[in-house]
């Protein structure tokens, strides 16, 4: 039977946790101080993608969910019942620019011929695959493709062009290991999960969201870092440790190979309406009712901490990824989250709304199609 050290920030004591002895001693954890400001990019260039606003466009969507084989029931709003279809019809458009090109799927194909794209990260990168597969698709519907489904990694090949696009589910992107039964979320290792990203072409990541998650929702029962077990510490602490052992990875990644690597930036929620609504009280989930999105192109709620972490890591990388920003464009987006349309709910949970409502995760098609379309043109414009 091994013994582990968990250090605790506030106590110092001798437990008996399950079947291990675990030591307990002050560690103190302190919190990170961050850099504020425009993130650098690989290819900035006058055009500002991600500032602009949504204007309403009769062309879209560029698929329809019916048409689409592979959407999980928690996006496919139309399928379980959503009764608007006017959240379908919004178009970004950046403040100074046009973007280059409207997606083609026929010709993002071609140009990844004999590559593969892989999105790595949490349910909102899931979110983002299943978009890029349905844009394509609906380009090259004859095609023949095959659907390969694994735990972490699920791979639609479109066999026609050699042509991969993956997801590899990590929400945290380090490792996190089995240790006598628990679950160790290890802050400074990443050599199990990347094994599966060293193929990729192109590298799509995310994260953000599971690293405020407790109590059921949350992935770990331990962290390790410098050698330590913690049974927790500052969230934004462990995201920025996190942070650095991925871009240590991603900088050597990219150095040794001729890979493309992105991140994508925090997707925002809609549970609280005092961000959208002067005066409002509820602190339900209330994206509930929303058929709009916000105009203008500022947003006055909270901008995520995480993005301050991210923003600070990505800032020291000696190959920086390229940032899709997309935290700002798609908080006005109050409009375009399943809601109570998904097929994870029951009809006595649709009938309450303020506790069931999904107003974290988005409709297919919605607006991760935008994210593909911005993601499309950094790629290939």
Request: net charge negative.
């Amino acid at each position: 039977m091994a013994d582990f050290t968990i250090f605790s920030p506030a106590v110092c004591v001798l437990i008996s946790i399950l079947s291990f002895n675990f030591v307990l001693s002050v560690r103190p954890v302190h919190p990170i101080h961050t850099k504020v400001g425009p993130i650098r990019r690989t290819n900035q260039t006058e055009c500002a993608l991600f500032m602009g606003s949504w204007v309403h466009d009769e062309s879209y969507p560029i698929y329809q969910a019916s048409a689409c084989p592979i959407i999980d029931p928690e996006f496919n709003c139309q399928m379980y019942g959503r009764p608007d279809s006017n959240y379908l019809k919004y178009r970004w458009k950046p403040a100074n620019c046009e973007l280059p090109s409207r997606f083609n799927g026929l010709a993002f194909l071609t140009r990844m011929s004999g590559k593969t794209v892989m999105f790595v990260g949490d349910s909102l990168g899931r979110n983002q695959w299943e978009s890029l597969i349905c844009m394509t698709w609906s380009a090259v519907q004859g095609t023949a493709t095959k659907m390969i489904r694994g735990d972490p990694l699920t791979t639609f090949k479109f066999l026609d062009y050699g042509v991969d696009v993956a997801f590899f589910r990590a929400p945290y992107l380090v490792d996190i290991d089995a240790v006598g039964g628990r679950r160790v979320l290890k802050l400074e290792e990443i050599s199990k999960n990347s094994r599966a990203w060293m193929a990729a072409d192109v590298l799509l990541f995310n994260t953000g969201h599971w690293w405020s998650h407790k109590g059921s929702l949350q992935g770990w029962d331990l962290m390790e870092s410098g050698g330590y077990f913690y049974e927790d510490m500052d969230r934004l602490v462990a995201l920025d440790t996190g942070l650095k052992t991925w871009a240590q990875w991603a900088d050597s990644h990219v150095e040794s190979t001729n890979a493309r690597i992105f991140f994508q930036s925090v997707s925002p929620t809609h549970y609280n309406p005092s961000e959208w609504s002067a005066g409002a009280t509820s602190i339900g989930k209330s994206c509930y009712g929303e058929t709009s999105p916000m105009s203008g192109s500022a947003y006055p709620g909270i901008y995520p901490d995480q993005m301050k972490v991210i923003d600070s890591v990505i800032r020291e990388m000696r190959n920086p990824a390229y940032m899709l920003d997309i935290t700002t464009l798609s908080a006005m987006r109050k409009d375009a989250h399943p809601s109570i349309y998904t097929g994870d709910l029951s009809p006595r949970q649709r009938a309450n709304p303020d506790h069931s409502a999904d107003c974290s995760h988005w409709c297919l098609p919605g607006l991760p199609d935008t994210w593909n379309q911005l993601f499309y043109t950094a790629l290939l414009f």
